[in-house]
């Protein structure tokens, strides 16, 4: 049987290496440590600033295809800057542990919580599950569920959002 301090280094021996995996077995128990795998690719966004003008101007310019694609990724910039503004005010819920996400008590039933339920601060929102132990994860605070970040029986990681929340 392993220990949890054992356990414990034995992450973070594999954090800080190249390995991928480990696997090892010592009586009978068998011990499976494995790192996330996260996408490298870098995706470059265009920051635009736009001056402050007492009154309007307006200005004809001719439309080409690559203004129009300009336009389009500063529109998408400018909407995800609303979108972060908007999510300042959400409470996150986040995740105590590496393990398994799951919506629902069991496969089949119906889910803990959906979007735009209410929730207490000890309504349980989903179960992580970690070395085959099943942990219910409470709401925290309450409010109403804008958002579930993670999609069932996806791995997740330790302070990984799971749910955000609009408190009331």
């Given at each position: 049987?392993?220990?949890?301090?054992?356990?414990?280094?034995?992450?973070?021996?594999?954090?800080?290496?190249?390995?991928?995996?480990?696997?090892?077995?010592?009586e009978g128990?068998?011990?499976?440590?494995?790192?996330p795998v996260?996408?490298?690719?870098?995706?470059?966004?265009?920051?635009?600033?736009?001056?402050?003008?007492?009154?309007?101007?307006?200005?004809?310019?001719?439309?080409?295809?690559?203004?129009?694609?300009?336009?389009?990724?500063?529109?998408?910039?400018?909407?995800?800057?609303?979108?972060?503004?908007?999510?300042?005010?959400?409470?996150?819920?986040?995740?105590?542990?590496?393990?398994?996400?799951?919506?629902?008590?069991?496969?089949?039933?119906?889910?803990?919580?959906?979007?735009?339920?209410?929730?207490?601060?000890?309504?349980?929102?989903?179960?992580?599950?970690?070395?085959?132990?099943?942990?219910?994860?409470?709401?925290?605070?309450?409010?109403?569920?804008?958002?579930?970040?993670?999609?069932?029986?996806?791995?997740?990681?330790?302070?990984?959002?799971?749910?955000?929340?609009?408190?009331?």
């Amino acid at each position: 049987m392993f220990k949890l301090s054992e356990i414990k280094e034995l992450v973070r021996l594999v954090d800080k290496s190249t390995l991928q995996e480990l696997e090892i077995e010592n009586e009978g128990s068998r011990l499976s440590i494995r790192k996330p795998v996260i996408s490298t690719e870098i995706i470059p966004q265009i920051v635009q600033q736009t001056p402050v003008v007492s009154q309007p101007v307006i200005q004809e310019v001719p439309q080409t295809q690559q203004t129009s694609a300009v336009e389009d990724q500063t529109v998408e910039v400018i909407q995800s800057n609303q979108t972060e503004s908007q999510d300042v005010n959400l409470h996150k819920i986040t995740s105590p542990m590496v393990g398994t996400f799951y919506v629902a008590p069991s496969p089949g039933a119906d889910p803990f919580v959906k979007k735009g339920d209410n929730v207490t601060n000890d309504t349980v929102v989903c179960i992580v599950e970690a070395m085959k132990l099943m942990n219910e994860i409470e709401a925290e605070i309450k409010g109403e569920i804008v958002e579930i970040l993670v999609e069932d029986g996806h791995l997740v990681e330790f302070g990984q959002p799971l749910f955000l929340i609009k408190p009331e």
